[in-house]
């Protein structure tokens, strides 16, 4: 495993990357979610990479983990900049082309727009969690979190994975809970989407419902191939509460890819 940073947009991001131990595999990209970092996934990227011998990247995006501190309150569009403007700029930064994107929460959502750019080529999309919309439960849920991260030791729990732990967590919490934000949609990048999509939901995710990856299958018709698991006994980290359903799938997909 190489460990390093990278500049990119004028901000310094920490990386993994597990090299490839099979041949023409594509190169799987993590994009974790909304309090993530390399760290918080945990062992699972390299259990992923050892089952589908892909190379496999993960990094911090700007304000999480190792990466730069966060300095300035993010806005609606963070999550389109991210996928349109700065994903880019990271692959061609790692010299990777054509990946398969494997996203979370927010990152499943950063996946899906940028797939939803026309200038950019994924092989596909893993989307664990998605948001393409804003629900109710979401907010809830987001409400009782910043409730746990102000009475409780979740901030001594979380800064073991960022730098500054109260900058990244309100900088997540605030824009999810400012009214503006209650009208974001990225239904319109879905129709736009080429390649193949395996979207995951848990049944009993507590951040959003299986609307969300309906709404995938319904319209992401460009698409050559959408695949629906929806998981019992699973919560909102799918790769954390099926870990062996997940890997297994994400297997099953990247070698539909290779075959294709």
Request: with cysteine.
């Amino acid at each position: 495993m190489h460990s390093g940073m990278v500049q990119v947009g004028g901000h310094t991001l920490e990386y993994q990357l597990i090299p490839a131990h099979q041949i023409n595999r594509p190169t799987l990209v993590l994009l974790h979610e909304g309090l993530g970092s390399v760290a918080m996934w945990r062992d699972f990227p390299a259990r992923l990479a050892a089952a589908t011998g892909c190379r496999t990247l993960v990094y911090s995006r700007y304000g999480y983990g190792q990466s730069d501190i966060l300095q300035e309150a993010f806005t609606p569009d963070f999550m389109h900049r991210e996928g349109r403007e700065v994903l880019p700029e990271l692959l061609a930064a790692l010299d990777i082309e054509s990946p398969v994107l494997v996203g979370h929460s927010d990152g499943a959502s950063i996946a899906l727009l940028h797939a939803g750019d026309r200038r950019n080529t994924p092989a596909g999309l893993v989307v664990m969690a998605p948001h393409c919309f804003v629900e109710d439960i979401s907010i809830s849920s987001i409400e009782a979190a910043r409730q746990a991260f102000e009475t409780t030791d979740l901030p001594a729990k979380l800064a073991k994975y960022h730098r500054d732990v109260s900058r990244t967590f309100y900088g997540w919490n605030n824009i999810w809970l400012h009214p503006d934000f209650r009208a974001w949609n990225i239904e319109d990048c879905l129709a736009l989407i080429t390649c193949p999509i395996l979207a995951i939901q848990g049944m009993d995710d507590e951040y959003g419902t299986m609307a969300q990856i309906e709404a995938i299958a319904a319209q992401a018709s460009a698409s050559p191939d959408v695949e629906l698991l929806k998981l019992a006994d699973c919560r909102h980290s799918p790769h954390r509460d099926q870990t062996i359903a997940v890997i297994e799938s994400i297997g099953r997909f990247t070698e539909k890819i290779e075959a294709a």
